[in-house]
């Protein structure tokens, strides 16, 4: 069994022009040890499916559907729909998560310490040397110096790439089994960039989490992750190993996503390919391939298809799986 | 540490500055307003040129603008003596002058007012404060729902209606037709002689200064807490599994209460200038009647002295403002 196991999840948003349609029916499985990249355009729905299930999203007009089990020391858990106060003790000790600005996310009135110590406290019922200890240690152990005297000092007091350390070491302080990184580097210099995720990858090893790392970063993707999920419009539209899918894209959106991406090893004349248009309105999708409209391998596809239905996810080939009408009937 | 007390005593120094061109400002009133200051002292219908030339001499008015200025800023540090001899009068340090009206030097007249006004003003700040802070953190976190909806009604009446409107309406119905409070003495006894009494005098003007305060703090109140509680950190906070009371009372309040620090400081500051129509309508002798009266009597000394003390305690407060600031927060910590 998966450690973590997301099936049909759906989020739908009231607002007063209709509802919403965040997240679409997405299922995946998160492994032990495994890095998810999830990636898409922003409204993609792929932070918003991973705030979903942990009771991150604001309640009242937030309709949340399908299910997501997670394997804890007490067995398994099914997430969705659970009681606030069970969720909250899920949250921070089993799946942990570090967000896209370090500077905004963490409180600039308390210091780091506190923080720290804060969200060892909330699940752990010890002395609060003994979670001090432990802030001490994960503060070495993500490579900040003279981690007994910084625990008193302030979030302003560090740099950029120093904070989103701080961050890892608050999201580690209770030895989660799964991490969400939401955009961990987004906010971060490109040098820094390299040294976080270097750093997320050795502590993952370290103690055998599963990360999910929701990015928009292609390039993120290639070094960090063993699989990509691609969502566009809140759907699951690709998914496949990092290799096979970088070798062998076959959505139109994915080869279009990597069209746009700079690479070294390609001949500096070419231009880089931008995909035409914009992501649709999620209020207003047709019955057809919410991509269709950007297209521009609709036209290979037989009797106008792809503006009338909606493909489902099909296997390409074992662990390659895409949504498109293309594909229909080709799979082995 | 000894950073701050390099900046207290800058800000110190400017303060004092400050003090001295409002000082100078005020003290222009005995130079350019169309009144005599001598003919006042000798009262409304005297036109006995020898007493108003006497009074002239012995209050200092026949000397020019600049030295009358100078005596009263040396007055301030060393004290002041009227007349000579065995009629002279004596005032000591700090010495803000002589009330012509009241025969009495202002100092000791302020003395009288301000701990009325004190007492009023930390009475009221303390209600509005705890009725601000609680309605409006519970209207934040019950949004949309009937606390909700009647705090807005408490803040639109709240706002809408003048102190002295529901200071009258206090008095005509919690003491003279449902008789909650006895009829309260007239003046103002010290709390440390008649507490009881001193209660009973300060209860109804609290509220009604209170009332008119807590119903702007509870809209800044909640709409400081919404907006902080979609704070990045707050999510974090959330993410990391503390408890929603910890969330809010200790992440989301201290950054959403910080702003009112400074709103609560400078409306007390405002209210120690006198709150006016409050005492006047409860008959309270505080700074604000002080004023008033002087005012209306042309009472020059009385007037520039308590708009020189309205501006230092605003003056002063901001300092104490920067300081408890850089408590709260501490990116502002020098």
Known sequence: ???????????????????????????????????????????????????????????????????????????????IGMEPEDIRKIRGKDIAMIFQDPMSALHPFYSIGDQLVEAHQAHNKVEKSVSQERAIELLTLVGVADAK???????????????????????????????????????????????ILKLIADL?????????????????????????????????????????????????????????????????????????????????????????????????????????????????????????HLYEGKTK | MSGLLAYVSRRLAVTFLILLAVSFAVYLIFAFLPFDPATLTCGKNCNDPGIIEANRIRLGYDKPFYEQYWVFIVGLFAGRNYGEGAAAIHCAAPSFGYSFQQHACVTDLIGEALPVTLALAIGALVLWLILGIGLGVLSARFRGRVLDTASTIFVLIGTSLPTFLTGLMLIIFVVIKWHLLPFPAGGYSSPFEDFPGWLNTMILPWITLAFAYAALYTRFVRSQVIETSTEDYIRTARAKGLSEGLILGKHTLRAALAPIATMAGLDFAGLMGGAILTEAVFNLPGLGRLSLGAVLDYDLPIIVATTLLAAAIVVIMNLVLDLVYAFIDPRVRV
């Open chain 1, 1 to 79: 069994m998966s450690l973590l196991s997301v099936h049909d999840l759906r989020v739908e948003f009231a607002t007063p022009d209709g509802i919403v349609k965040a997240v679409d029916g997405i299922s995946f499985d998160v492994e032990r040890g495994e890095t998810l990249a999830i990636v898409g355009e922003s409204g993609s729905g792929k932070s918003v499916s991973n705030l979903a299930y942990m009771g991150l999203l604001p309640k009242g007009k937030t309709k949340i559907t399908g299910s997501v089990t997670l394997e804890t020391d007490n067995g398994p858990v099914e997430l």
């Open chain 1, 149 to 195: 005297e910084r625990l008193r000092a302030y979030p302003h007091q560090f740099s950029g790439g120093m904070r989103q350390r701080v961050m890892i070491a608050m999201a580690l302080m209770n030895n989660p089994s799964v991490l969400i990184a939401d955009e961990p580097t987004t906010a971060l210099d490109v040098t820094v960039q390299a040294q």
């Open chain 1, 204 to 324: 993952q090893k370290k103690f055998k989490m599963a990360v999910i790392l929701i990015t928009h970063d292609l390039g993120v993707v290639a070094g960090a992750a063993d699989r990509v999920n691609v969502m566009y419009a809140g759907k699951l539209v690709e998914s496949a190993s990092v290799d096979e899918l970088y070798a062998k894209p076959k959505m139109p959106y994915t080869v279009g996503l990597l069209g746009s991406v700079p690479r070294m090893d390609r001949p500096h004349e070419d231009r880089l390919t931008a995909i035409p248009g914009q992501p649709p309105s999620l209020m207003k999708l047709s019955g057809g391939c919410a991509f269709a409209p950007r297209c521009t391998r609709k036209s290979e596809v037989p009797g106008n298809k792809c503006e009338t239905t909606s493909p489902e996810l099909i296997q390409i080939s074992t662990g390659h799986y895409s949504r498109c």
